[in-house]
């Protein structure tokens, strides 16, 4: 496998050897050395045509532990912003001698379009795409998922998870949908029915407008992120009107089981989406899932540009 | 220079096989066999012999966009596809909203000489779809516009349609509607169904062209006009006409090759080779396009042949361009998904791809039987020849084919425009 663009590139054995790794990398981050030196002599791109905080910093901090030489090459300030196309810009990657580019781009298949080989021969790594995917973030989040309901090891079979909100535009309720169903969980999507996709019947979940009645029959909810712009897209009718159906808030946090975790792959809009209370309740697993990140993106990293033939060292 | 040509031993319209004799333009002899010296002979055996095209839906770019196509490449590659005759869309820079323009547009196709350039007037100025273009100026002018439409934009306001549908009625016009509600397809990327619901694509649904070819149909039928609807491409579509004619009502629609072949599955490249608009649509779709063609609810195949250049599709699908060309390979594509299988006969073929277009758009001497005393505009298509299609290859300035490596059945043998030879395998 040389490219991560979709979770369709990549089978169940897989996945779960990405989370296997992610936790031995994991372990190497508690040590008191934090560098691996797998990657040494190799040249990581991070080609960030779209804003983006967490993600970006979470790539470089993954792969400058593992040794690599790390680009940044962000849409501010760069040829990006001056209207430079996707060509010349991977061109100018291929130039660099980019062993792995990590893109980031607002366009969805801008990934695929790296990737199929006319402009650059790297390995590419879809960081989000679009309103298509983002495999690392839904590998860290089965890899949270899998840590605080089945032991950390396995697939996630038995396991039920609610992705709640913004279902229509968001590459993280792709990626995660695949991912899941993949590893054996079982999905519903709860949110309004304007903002889930065309046919979304033919996906292999449950639908559901009703939050309060599914919040008791789940283990994990990842709530997603609303924008703004969306109120004046007619998507719904207030910002009010959203958060008091589909927002979670500490009393509605008081649904769920005990154990069930809360999860969102941020930035939050507190108080929109997901109240303060709420995330920062001790179901709350936002901020350990940033940590995830790491350890997922490291082993992602690993597995597809150094190869299985380096063994780890840890 | 050659004023006479000889076809030898061609079938006509897949019947009889005929020697045909042309001079000055006109066909003076049909028989089993003429021995009489032409100047030039052409080897028909095993060809069958179809009037000459007529496209109906032809973006020629010029002027304005002669970095995609010109009137000249445009021509040829009419040529090379069995084209005697394009109607050259009004989407150019400036936009074919005047007299002045499309006189320019019909002068320089004669200039060419390879097929009859027929400029399509705007309906409204600027393609803006809010104040009438100078329809009638453009109706009397040199190039006799009878056909209108501002393609590319969808006439979406309904006075505004209303009053074009009536006003061309004083010079036997009609509209082509590009059927698009804007409103509904607004950052549209591809069919809205499952594939773009994965791909994270923003879909054009079959509604906002179904609901736009009703009202039109409801519209035209009231003021007693005729409407044309640009390619159709959905299921839905296809129904409401079928009704509308039942019911003997004014209109006619068109299909484009690449509706009758390809699926919203090729989106999952990304490629955007496979971007236009309207999109790419499903399977039954296809079915559904294919059905009417056949039993005469759609009438037409238009190619809506859309170049551009490399940089308008080497990019990411949201940036890139919508459409493709269209007029090189559209009779191989008739051919191999309908005539091979005797879906459609060779006579039905003549009517989707001549006889039809040419009483639609009013072109006088075009889309005639052949027979003596008739202009000499004819297709000599092979069914045996083999195409494989090779984007390098193609006559027409842009490259953006979907088809590019895909191999298809019936080829153009050659195309003969007012008794010439405009195109000749081998030559």
């Known amino acids: 496998m040389k490219h991560l663009l979709s979770i369709n590139d990549i089978d169940k054995d897989f996945a779960i050897t990405i989370l296997d790794t992610a936790a031995e990398m994991a372990r190497v981050s508690e040590g008191p050395v934090k560098k691996l030196p797998t990657l040494r002599g190799k040249t990581v791109v991070n080609l960030f045509a779209e804003d983006s905080t967490r993600t970006r910093i979470s790539f470089e901090a993954a792969a400058k532990r593992l040794s690599a030489d790390v680009i940044n090459f962000t849409a501010k300030g760069s040829s990006i912003s001056k209207g430079e196309s996707l060509k010349d810009t991977a061109q100018t990657l291929q130039a660099l001698g980019a062993d792995a580019v990590i893109i980031r781009h607002p366009a969805s298949g801008a990934a695929h379009r790296l990737a199929q080989g006319r402009w650059m021969n790297g390995t590419v790594i879809n960081a989000g795409d679009g309103t298509h995917e983002h495999p690392s ?118 649904l769920t089981k005990p154990g069930t975790i809360l999860m969102h792959p941020g930035p939050m809009n507190r108080g929109l989406e997901i109240s303060a209370e709420a995330a920062d309740s001790p179901q709350s697993v936002v901020v350990e899932q940033v940590a995830n990140g790491v350890s997922i993106r490291m082993a992602i990293l690993y597995l597809f540009i150094a190869g299985s033939q380096e063994s780890i060292n840890v | ?283 039954s779709d296809v079915e559904a396009l294919r059905e009417a063609l056949v039993d005469g609810t759609i009438d037409i195949v238009g190619t809506d042949h859309a170049p551009h250049p490399v940089e308008s599709k080497e990019c990411e699908w949201q940036t890139a361009a919508f459409g493709m060309v269209g007029l090189e390979t559209a009779f191989p594509i008739l051919y191999s998904t309908l005539i091979a299988t005797r879906r459609m006969s060779w006579q039905r073929a003549a009517q989707v791809m001549s006889i039809a277009p040419a009483a639609i758009a009013g072109y006088a001497f075009h889309g005639q039987e052949l027979a003596v005393g008739v202009p000499a505009h004819i297709a000599i298509v092979n069914p045996a020849g083999k195409m494989v299609v090779d984007r390098a290859q193609l006559a027409s300035k842009s490259k953006n084919t979907p088809f590019h490596g895909m191999e298809f059945q019936g080829t153009v043998l050659a195309t003969v425009f007012n008794g010439h030879l405009t195109h000749k395998v081998g030559i």
């Not at chain 2, 009889?16 to 052409?42: F, K, N, Q, W, Y």
């Not at chain 2, 002045?100 to 000489?113: L, N, T, Y």
């Not at chain 2, 779809?129 to 516009?145: F, I, R, W």
């Open chain 1, 137 to 254: 973030q839904a590998l860290l989040d089965a890899y949270t998922i899998r840590k605080h309901l089945k032991d950390g090891k396995g697939d996630l079979s038995d396991v039920r998870v609610a992705i709640v909100g913004d279902i229509l535009h968001s590459r993280v309720a792709r990626s995660n949908v695949l991912l899941l169903n993949k590893l054996g969980a079982t999905v519903v999507l709860v949110a309004p029915p304007t903002l889930l996709p065309y046919q979304v019947e033919s996906w292999k979940v449950t639908v559901s407008h009703d939050f309060n009645a599914v919040l008791p029959t789940v283990d994990a909810v990842i709530m997603l992120r609303i924008q703004q712009e969306r109120m004046s897209d007619l998507y719904f009718p207030s910002e009010r009107e959203y958060s008091s159906l589909f927002g979670i808030d500490a009393e509605r946090l008081a």
């Open chain 2, 1 to 283: 220079m050659s004023n006479s040509l000889l076809i030898k031993g061609g079938s006509i319209l897949g019947g009889d096989v005929r020697d045909l004799l042309i001079r000055d333009g006109h066909i003076v002899e049909i028989a089993p066999s003429i021995t009489s010296g032409a100047d030039e002979v052409v080897d028909a055996n095993g060809c069958v012999l179809l009037p000459g095209f007529v496209d109906l839906h032809t973006h020629l770019r010029e002027p304005g966009r002669e970095n995609s196509e010109t009137i000249a490449t445009g021509s040829l590659a009419a040529a090379r596809g069995g084209y005697v005759a394009v109607s050259a869309m009004a989407n150019t820079l400036p936009v074919a909203d005047t007299a002045a323009i499309v006189e320019q547009v019909a002068a320089i196709g004669k200039r060419v000489g390879l097929v009859d350039v027929f400029p399509i007037g705007a309906v409204t100025k600027g393609l803006e779809g809010h104040e009438l273009a100078d329809l009638g100026s453009m109706a009397h002018s040199e190039a006799k516009v009878r056909v209108f439409s501002d393609d590319g934009n969808c006439i979406s306001d309904p006075l505004l349609m209303r009053r074009a549908l009536e006003y061309v009625k004083q010079f036997d016009g009609v509209i082509a509607q590009h059927a698009q509600d804007p409103r509904l397809t607004e950052g549209s990327q591809m069919n809205e169904g499952v594939i773009a619901s994965t791909l994270g694509l923003k879909g054009w649904p079959a509604v906002a062209e179904e609901s736009i070819i009703a009202r039109d149909i409801l519209l035209a039928n009231m003021v007693g006009s005729r409407l044309h609807i640009c390619h159709v491409t959905t299921r839905g579509g296809v129904e409401i006409i079928r009704w509308a004619k039942s019911q003997g009502m004014k209109v006619t629609a068109e299909v484009t090759p690449h509706h009758l072949l390809l699926t919203d599955e090729l989106a999952e490249s990304y490629d955007p080779i496979y971007k236009v608009n309207p999109p790419l649509r499903t399977q």
